[in-house]
Structure formats: structure tokens, C-alpha cells
């Protein structure tokens, strides 16, 4: 495949940006929907990094319309925010190439101001905030935890605030959440952010990854008051997966995630700085761990996802 980066999209007048986020570029498509374009910079630490990771975009794309299709199975009153794979019609052909399989329809919705987190194990921000108060997002937890084990008594919701760009999300407590969703709001979003981690916990378990943690973003239809997925699903991006072959516990995992590039720059001291560019290893690692997490989830190769005419129909198929 070729190794061409897409780190920013143009629709020129074709239709209007909305927003530019750290990974993916928005534009209206007509009032009810957006066209999400995932491009392949990477960001760690709230910054975007200078270069980006080759096939990310649409890497990640076909990874959550696959999830997407693996929990509306298992669920079957799950509502998404995905429409369609197909470009829309406005968008002249010369334009066309670099949005397929890296762009989504999606519905537009009101969005809630909060990061649905939910962590199996306990790693990253969690662990250090446990050596030092024995809590996780202030919940008290059991003592005599060790690094990267599992929840004794089974996932935690663990939510942040959902920051505006440039600035930096915060964990918060559940009861936070309740502040500033609502109370009917933020309950159905807890136990649905606890059920679809379950199950895709388990579906991932079979083959071979562990989801040591992970993000869920929703939004709200209006018009019939119901809880819908959006954003981004289950991705290297958005979740911690590690080899469920190598997992030991008392020690950091190996992973299958941008938990490399995050070690990459924490060990350079460039944790948080802007302007930083990788090193063609650093890229080369990355993208080959989010090709395998992409190829064991979805049981089947990168090349023929990226090559697909129809990757929607290869994609929804993959896991059946």
C-alpha cells in the first residue's frame, strides 16, 4: 500500500467545515447530518504531533463501523450516529479518492459534554492516582491492587470532563457527571458505557486482545429523547488493548495503541511539548500495532480493508 499521510482534508466549496478536531475534520453535509473525515495525525497528551501515522484514518474508520456492527448485533436497541460509508454525491471526483474509507455520514446531534470512560484494569492516570490516594476517579477502590490488574469487583465508569481544543480533559467522579449531563441522562449513560465495554470485552477476548480501557463518547436525539453512540468506537485511539498472550500483572503491557507513542515521548521528556515530530521507527511500530489490532478484531487484512470498493458490506460481514 501506498505510505501517502493525510493530515489535513480540503472539501474546498464543496461543502462547509465545521470544525477541525485533533484527529478528525467535520463538515455539514445538510441540517441533520455531518461527514466525518478521520485523517491520520496522532495526537498524545491533548497535542497533535507534527507528522501523522500512514492508513490511520481509514484504519480507524473501518475499525469502528465494524464495531459498530458487532454491538447493534449483541444490542439489538443500541442507536449509532452512523449513517452512511458513501461520499456524498456534492463532492467532485477529484476530491473523492483521499475521503474513501477514511470518511463517515453521520447524524448530527446534540453532544454531551462528557467522555464515557470505562476501565477493566487499572493502568495509566487510574494507577497513579490509586498509589497515591488508593481511588480511581475519587471511587475508593481495594487496596493491595497491583499494575495492570483486573478490577476485582468488574469495570469501573470513570468519566472526564470533555475538553474544548488546546486544553486538557479532567477525570472526574460519577457524581460530577450527574452535574453536568443530569441525573436521567447520566445514569442511562453509565450503564450502557458499562454494557458495551462488557461486551466488546469479551468479544475482543476471543481474539486474543485485552481491553484494558476505553472511551465512549454520545450524543442526544431530541426528537425521541434517546442515548446515541457517537464518535469514534473502540479504536487504538480511544482504547487501551493489549496482547492478552503477554499480559502479566505488576508491570506497564505491551500494547496495541498510541500507548507506544505516549512511552516515546514521555522517555525524551517531550511529554505536552507542541511541535514535536517522530521518528520513522516511532511511525513504522505505531502503524504496524494499529494494523494488528485492526486485523485481530476484524479477522481480516488491512490491504484488502484499504483496497475494498465496498468496505461497509467487507466490514459489517467480517465477524459473522
Known amino acids: 500500500m501506498p505510505d501517502a499521510v493525510v493530515k489535513h482534508s480540503d472539501l474546498g466549496a464543496a461543502l462547509p467545515l465545521v470544525a477541525r478536531g485533533k484527529v478528525r475534520d467535520l463538515y455539514a453535509v445538510d441540517d441533520h447530518t455531518l461527514l466525518f473525515v478521520a485523517t491520520d495525525r496522532i495526537s498524545a497528551y491533548d497535542v497533535i504531533l507534527e507528522n ?3 492508513h490511520k484514518g481509514s484504519l480507524l474508520t473501518l475499525l469502528s463501523v465494524h464495531w459498530f456492527s458487532v454491538l447493534s448485533s449483541s444490542l439489538p436497541t443500541l442507536r ?5 460509508l458513501e461520499i456524498p454525491s456534492v463532492i467532485p ?7 474513501r474509507n477514511r ?3 453521520v447524524r448530527k446531534l446534540q453532544i454531551f459534554p462528557i467522555e464515557a470512560i470505562v476501565r477493566g484494569y487499572i493502568t495509566g492516570s487510574a494507577w497513579k492516582e490509586y498509589q497515591t490516594r488508593g481511588t480511581v476517579h475519587g471511587i475508593p477502590v481495594p487496596d493491595g491492587l497491583q499494575e495492570s490488574q483486573e478490577f476485582p469487583g468488574g469495570p469501573l465508569y470513570t468519566p472526564s470532563t470533555k475538553a ?3 486544553e486538557n480533559d479532567e477525570n472526574i467522579h460519577p457524581s460530577k457527571a450527574i452535574e ?3 441525573e436521567k441522562y447520566a445514569s442511562q449513560i453509565e450503564q450502557l458505557s458499562l454494557t458495551l465495554y462488557k461486551t466488546a470485552r469479551d ?15 454520545f450524543g442526544l436525539d431530541a426528537a425521541t429523547d434517546e442515548i446515541v453512540l457517537v464518535d469514534e468506537v473502540l479504536t487504538p485511539d480511544s482504547s487501551r488493548f493489549w496482547p492478552a498472550s503477554r499480559y502479566h500483572i505488576g508491570a506497564a503491557q505491551e500494547s496495541f495503541d498510541k500507548q507506544y507513542v505516549r512511552d516515546w515521548l514521555t522517555a525524551n521528556g517531550l511529554k505536552g511539548q507542541a511541535g514535536v515530530s517522530m521518528p520513522e521507527e516511532v511511525i513504522e511500530k505505531t502503524e504496524a500495532k494499529y494494523r494488528e489490532a485492526f486485523e485481530r478484531l476484524v479477522g481480516r487484512t488491512c490491504d484488502d480493508a484499504l483496497l475494498s470498493h465496498d468496505a461497509s ?3 459489517a460481514t467480517a465477524h459473522v
Do not use: C, N
Not at 93 to 99: A, K, V, W
Not at 205 to 215: F, H, L, P
Open 180 to 182: 453536568l449531563v443530569g
Open 93 to 99: 471526483s477529484e476530491l473523492r479518492g483521499p475521503l
Open 52 to 54: 501523522g501515522i500512514p
Open 103 to 105: 470518511s463517515m455520514q
Open 164 to 166: 474544548e481544543a488546546g
Open 313 to 315: 458490506s467487507y466490514i
Open 203 to 217: 468479544y475482543a477476548r476471543e481474539r486474543g486482545i485485552i481491553i484494558a480501557d476505553t472511551k465512549f463518547e
Open 80 to 84: 449509532t450516529h452512523l449513517v452512511s
